[in-house]
């Protein structure tokens, strides 16, 4: 064999090899924590030995005709099993590797000037710009979503000009999906809105932290594991991720901070002489022995996230990751689902507009609605029996798949064994209250959302425009709060925005310290309570349940009010002082006081 012939020869087996390990960890399910770990190593130790054999050898194999496109694709590929990493792990370190893999492809324009008429490369450029924008937007960089979504419709119309006999219709649907993703997302509208992620300048509140500190509960649970998964007809969503799933996939993780957060791969000179290659990143040396760990912040919990997945898929993730949680920890399991067939929950709208009496009458005028919730609510009265636990549930299917799609209470019983932190958003989300009092093994806390949504204006509350108004109130409370009185935020409104964000803080300082000083918190809330995480969503709970009950007259307001199990401290309950004041401060702030009645007022 010719000298000459043997370094492409080589380049290609090796392509060829590491392309067989990619596809076995890929198919790999992307939960559970023995998962691919093995095959991991193997797969990434293969393209380092890839990238480093071309980049010794790139003018051979220029000279035997190595295109950049492909060399992009070597990174491309490496930016891939990072985000797969990522959603196997959440751990940061992956998602900004992925992130700096697919910048330096865009930077160094491997895939530009290929050829128009090489379609097959179209269609790997097409796949590179959705990959950048899924990691792009959930590492909330938005002016690079904006870049990539702009060269994406460039490169759609370039290729439905050249390439007339092809259809590049779910092209189109791609771009069509980002564009209303990124239109509802705060993060994009409201420039100056607090992130979701947890921030601990901004969420660690210093008043309550000695109490935090110092709170100490029989029990104490650390919290490892979520599973999140969201099903309803037409909601917004990008890719495989749902408007839903991804507010509260934020809410549940670190706030990158520090100066590894701000890397960024050398630039590459134009005339191809020394590049630095030399960044912690593995885009070119893979130094795969750097500390990618920022030591300021603690590991994120592991999120398994669920993009419509069947009644049976959903259950083996529930019993895969019970099965696998570690001793004294606790799984939060986050189910957002219509509780009818088809249904897309427009028609369980209430406004919070009109007179009292206006809003008694449309809360007296849905009978059918009562006639469903009074068999979950039979057990108040008497035993539990049987029918109970399989009366109302949770839709996961097509429309017409019938009851093989139904998520029953009592399917989640047997996941009780262990501890279970459980938020339903649902319009049948109180069905689940009959779990309280029904576990196996461990008392299950319990975060129900109210049966329907409560807006000043109808236009406001469809779920498959906006997502749900309970997993707002959970992730971005300020921002659910004006979205259901009408208020509109702007950028000129950044003083108002943020003088309302302090009174909120000031609140859940309060709050927290009366959590931690309350002799009758639940051992349920006490034993999590000392996380981060699962604190904010109880916070945030109680100031969503204050909200809507003063929104709402008492009589026959069941239907639009939260509920958590076992029940919180009455010092924290939506009639106390010290929540009303928040929420009536708050409502006068926002010169909105007219939509609340507070006490006998």
């Known amino acids: 064999m010719a000298e000459e012939d043997v370094v492409p020869k080589t380049f290609r087996a090796l392509v060829e090899s590491a392309d067989r390990k990619f596809a076995r960890v890929r198919d790999l399910p992307s939960y559970g924590r023995a998962q691919g770990q093995h095959y991991f190593q193997k797969v990434f130790k293969a393209y380092m030995r890839l990238w480093k054999y071309q980049q010794e050898h790139r003018p051979e194999l220029v000279k035997a005709g190595l295109n950049r496109w492909e060399i992009g694709e070597?990174?491309?590929?490496?930016?891939?099993?990072?985000?797969?990493?990522?959603?196997?792990?959440?751990?940061?370190?992956?998602?900004?590797?992925?992130?700096?893999?697919?910048?330096?492809?865009?930077?160094?324009?491997?895939?530009?000037?290929?050829?128009?008429?090489?379609?097959?490369?179209?269609?790997?450029?097409?796949?590179?710009?959705?990959?950048?924008?899924?990691?792009?937007?959930?590492?909330?960089?938005?002016?690079?979503?904006?870049?990539?979504?702009?060269?994406?419709?460039?490169?759609?119309?370039?290729c439905k000009a050249n390439f007339r006999e092809t259809n590049f219709k779910e092209w189109k649907l791609v771009e069509q999906e980002i564009l209303r993703f990124i239109n509802i997302d705060t993060t994009f509208t409201i420039p100056s809105s607090r992130p979701?992620?947890?921030?601990?300048?901004?969420?660690?509140?210093?008043?309550?932290?000695?109490?935090?500190?110092?709170?100490?509960?029989?029990?104490?649970?650390?919290?490892?594991?979520?599973?999140?998964?969201?099903?309803?007809?037409?909601e917004v969503k990008f890719a495989e991720l749902t408007l839903d799933v991804y507010r509260m996939l934020q809410c549940l993780e670190w706030e990158p901070s520090g100066s590894f957060y701000q890397k960024h791969p050398a630039e590459p000179k134009e005339n191809g002489v020394a590049v630095d290659y030399s960044g912690a990143s593995g885009l070119i040396d893979m130094n795969l022995a750097a500390d990618m760990t920022d030591p300021a912040l603690p590991p994120n919990p592991r999120k398994a996230i669920l993009y419509r997945p069947s009644l049976t898929h959903l259950i083996a993730v529930m019993a895969t990751i019970c099965e696998e949680l570690p001793p004294e920890s606790i799984m939060l399991v986050y189910l957002s689902a219509s509780g009818k067939p088809g249904q897309i929950n427009t028609s369980q709208v209430e406004t919070s507009g009109g007179s009292r009496r206006t809003r008694k009458s449309m809360l007296t005028s849905h009978s059918s609605l009562e006639q469903n919730c009074s068999a979950t609510e039979s057990h108040i009265n008497g035993v539990k029996g049987p029918?109970?636990?399989?009366?109302?549930?949770?839709?996961?299917?097509?429309?017409?798949?019938?009851?093989?799609?139904?998520?029953?209470?009592?399917?989640?019983?047997?996941?009780?064994?262990?501890?279970?932190?459980?938020?339903?958003?649902?319009?049948?989300?109180?069905?689940?209250?009959?779990?309280?009092?029904?576990?196996?093994?461990?008392?299950?806390?319990?975060?129900?959302?109210?049966?329907?949504?409560?807006?000043?204006?109808?236009?406001?509350?469809?779920?498959?425009?906006?997502?749900?108004?309970?997993?707002?109130?959970?992730?971005?409370?300020l921002l659910a709060f004006c979205q259901m009185v009408g208020f509109s935020l702007t950028d000129s409104d950044t003083e108002v925005l943020n003088s309302a964000e302090s009174i909120l803080s000031t609140a859940f300082s309060k709050w927290e310290v009366i959590l931690c000083k309350s002799p009758s918190l639940d051992l349920v809330w006490a034993?999590?309570?000392?996380?981060?995480?699962?604190?904010?969503?109880?916070?945030?709970?109680?100031?969503?349940?204050?909200?809507?009950?003063a929104i709402w007259p008492p009589e026959g307001s069941d239907q639009y009010l939260p509920l958590c199990l076992p029940q919180l401290p009455n010092s924290l309950s939506p009639k106390s002082d010290v929540v009303q004041s928040c929420v009536s401060q708050l409502a006068d702030h926002l010169k909105v006081s007219n939509y609340f009645h507070f006490g006998d007022s």
């Open 387 to 477: 029918s109970d636990y399989y009366n109302d549930y949770l839709w996961l299917g097509p429309k017409g798949n019938g009851g093989s799609s139904n998520l029953y209470p009592g399917d989640i019983i047997p996941f009780t064994r262990r501890p279970l932190f459980l938020i339903i958003d649902s319009d049948s989300s109180h069905a689940f209250k009959v779990l309280h009092g029904a576990e196996r093994g461990e008392k299950a806390a319990l975060l129900l959302s109210p049966l329907r949504p409560t807006f000043k204006g109808p236009s406001s509350a469809d779920i498959t425009q906006n997502g749900s108004q309970f997993t707002l109130f959970l992730t971005a409370p």
């Open 527 to 549: 034993q999590v309570l000392s996380d981060p995480f699962l604190r904010r969503l109880i916070v945030r709970f109680i100031f969503c349940r204050a909200v809507l009950s």
């Open 196 to 234: 979701f992620r947890y921030c601990a300048m901004l969420n660690c509140h210093p008043n309550s932290v000695p109490y935090v500190a110092r709170f100490h509960a029989k029990k104490v649970l650390k919290f490892r594991d979520a599973i999140l998964m969201s099903y309803h007809r037409n």
């Open 74 to 158: 070597i990174a491309g590929r490496i930016g891939q099993l990072y985000f797969g990493q990522y959603m196997r792990t959440s751990e940061a370190r992956f998602l900004v590797e992925a992130y700096i893999f697919y910048e330096a492809i865009l930077k160094r324009r491997y895939f530009e000037g290929c050829g128009v008429k090489d379609l097959r490369v179209r269609f790997k450029e097409l796949r590179f710009y959705a990959r950048f924008l899924l990691v792009s937007l959930i590492l909330n960089r938005t002016e690079m979503v904006k870049v990539v979504v702009e060269k994406l419709r460039a490169l759609i119309y370039d």
